[in-house]
């Protein structure tokens, strides 16, 4: 279906939140073990602002392939494309639409007449359109 998140979409996802998550995960990590004793070892303190630079750049690789993949190229920005933004976030705004839809039907509005459409009445002897509530031609003046 068009209007559904597509599969690749869903990989970016949940693959860029993966790679959020070991990004962190091996920053904490590091953190954890420097604390506990690897912060003696020059060894471990030579390698450590290559291991959090790297560990860092792979959780903000992996958070923006993450909000790619939940809005699209064109949906995060990324494209300057509004056409495309607007059919990359549609399950969104359907969803939003959905919900805009609920609350009226909870409320009973979306029975109701749409603004901005009104009725006309034609009068008989002459064809002009007339406003709904007039009692008179307003082209001829007469009945309607
Ligand atoms: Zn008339």
Redesign the pocket.
Known sequence: MPDQISTRRKVLYYGGGLLMVAGIGTFIFHSAWGALGGFENPEFNERLPAVMFTSMAIAAVGGLLNKIGARGLAGSGLILNPDRARKDLKPYSKMAGGMLEDALENRDLSQSVSPGETIKIR?R??G?LNEEDSNF?H??G?PI
């Open positions: 009068c002897p002459c002009w031609c082209e001829c007469k």
